[in-house]
């Protein structure tokens, strides 16, 4: 039974950083992908990163936080970190972590897509203000 549970989320200035924390348990395979997604009052879900949990993975970052989120993987565990700098009020939302049952190339570039992750966190809010 596959438990993501996110940590981490605030309120913080525009401009300022934060990150928040994703840690995975349960799965049955050591390699598997995992994601950010976030969702705004009134906004479709949006990809915002995926990357492959296991050695020689890369990460697949979205077009619309390019350049200021980052992704990385606590060492040892399957916890998934997403660093968010040079925030902005548009970066308000809900930020979901997601997981697959597997992994592969296939989140490790191209888009990040709701319906290739079946197991989802419960979410962490992030305010800009």
């Known amino acids: 039974h596959v438990q993501l549970v996110e940590s981490g989320g605030g309120s913080v200035q525009v401009g300022e950083s934060l990150i928040i924390s994703c840690a995975a348990s349960g799965h049955r395979y050591s390699t598997f992908c995992m994601a950010w997604f976030r969702q705004a009052p009134g906004k479709e879900r949006e990809g915002v990163a995926s990357t492959y949990i296991g050695v020689g993975g890369s990460t697949s970052i979205g077009d619309s936080v390019k350049g200021r989120f980052t992704v990385s993987q606590g060492d040892g565990k399957a916890t998934l970190f997403l660093e968010m700098k040079s925030l902005k009020l548009e970066d308000t939302a809900k930020y979901y972590c997601?997981?697959?049952?597997?992994?592969?190339?296939?989140?490790?570039?191209?888009?990040?897509?709701?319906?290739?992750?079946?197991?989802w966190g419960q979410g962490t809010q992030v305010t800009v203000s």
């Open positions: 997601a997981a697959s049952d597997w992994g592969g190339t296939w989140c490790q570039s191209g888009p990040v897509r709701s319906e290739d992750y079946p197991y």
